[in-house]
């Protein structure tokens, strides 16, 4: 693994997270480099951090809210 993509790694707490829960990817980031644009992906995907994530989770709060306050 490069070292560049070792800093990457290190100084984002999902990834080292996901790594953790996913040892498998080290091999893959092993391999071949070119693999942290898939694992940044995967990590996004599996952790809801997608902006369209972001906005659904608004949008279910709001809703939430007006719930509430209807009551």
Do not use: A, C, G, H
């Not at 800093?7 to 942290?36: A, G, P, Q, T, V």
């Amino acid at each position: 693994m490069s070292i560049d993509i070792q800093f990457k790694i290190k100084n984002n707490k999902n990834y080292i997270r996901f790594l953790r829960e996913n040892s498998n990817w080290y091999k893959y980031l092993n391999r071949d480099s070119n693999n942290f644009k898939y694992f940044e992906e995967e990590v996004k995907t599996v952790y809801r951090l997608r902006p369209s994530d972001k906005i659904s989770r608004v949008v279910d709060t709001v809703s939430m809210i007006q719930t509430l306050l209807t009551k």
